[in-house]
């Protein structure tokens, strides 16, 4: 009953995401076509080839650093007229392999340094379309009170919701910072919270490859045992929805 429960609320959430006119019966990767009709899967909207042309629109938008196959976004569309027939293959057969992040360090004003993970634009291309039709989806359940990393909000809207609270009559604010918290995240719990809203084990699968690809540093790979690395389209997305519950 409550698998049941779970693919029905998923279903009634990808029926949300603009694309009313279709119909979804079910939403697993593994139920595809079982003659109740065509269903539609999250798999099948990531693939999608008008999401992954948005995909590939915003990664050659917002520019960005190579990773460590030293291809630029420049590079990404050549790329793709040659080889985009085996990379929705590799996908969609479960065999794509993202590539390790590459490790780069930003100063931080107040001293230190930031630890930035940049994917290949491939992999950023691929992360972005997965976090096209999963946000939709988690912008349904999180909190009124989350304003980072999310669509159609950011830092004025914080300020007005805080002078909203002040005219109600708040007077005390708490200061938290956690440290290191990308670099932190516990893998299993993430695919646990992700599971309560998602049911499609292509997706899951593919979300724990990029959690699991690897660090290059100077040269030195190092797995990846913990944490969501800042620099892809992807983790904050996944950074939203590991501390949604504290939201």
């Known amino acids: 009953m409550r698998q049941s429960q779970k693919t029905e609320q998923q279903a009634d959430r990808l029926s949300r995401i603009g694309l009313e006119n279709r119909k979804y019966t079910r939403a697993r990767s593994t139920d595809y ?3 109740k009709g065509m269903s539609v899967t999250i798999q099948d909207l990531v693939l999608d080839r008008n999401n992954l042309n948005q995909a590939y629109l915003r990664v050659k938008r917002n520019k960005g650093a190579a990773g460590v196959d030293d291809m630029t976004v420049n590079d990404l569309l050549p790329y793709l007229r040659e080889n985009k027939t085996e990379l929705i293959a590799s996908l969609r057969e479960g065999k794509y ?3 390790p992040v590459k490790r780069v360090e930003i100063p931080k004003p107040n001293g230190g340094v930031r630890r930035l993970g940049i994917p290949t634009v491939v992999d950023r291309m691929v992360q972005q379309a997965v976090a096209q039709i999963l946000t939709p989806i988690f912008e349904r359940v999180f909190s009124d009170n989350s304003f980072g ?3 159609h909000r950011g830092a004025h809207d914080a300020i ?3 002078v909203d609270l002040y005219n109600q009559g708040y007077r005390r604010v ?3 910072d956690l440290k290191a918290y990308f670099d932190n995240v516990n893998h ?4 646990k919270y992700l599971q309560q809203y998602i049911d499609d084990p292509w997706t ?3 979300i724990r490859k990029f959690l699991t690809s690897g660090v290059l540093d100077h040269g030195l790979f190092a797995k990846s045992e913990k944490g969501t690395p800042q620099g892809g389209p992807l983790s904050p997305l996944l950074a939203n929805i590991y501390l949604n519950e504290l939201d």
Do not use: H, Q, T, Y
């Open 174 to 176: 708490v200061d938290l």
């Open 149 to 151: 990393f999310r669509p």
């Open 160 to 162: 007005s919701k805080v």
């Open 188 to 191: 299993d719990l993430m695919i």
């Open 33 to 35: 076509g079982e003659g």
């Open 204 to 206: 899951l699968r593919l």
């Open 97 to 99: 392999k993202p590539a």
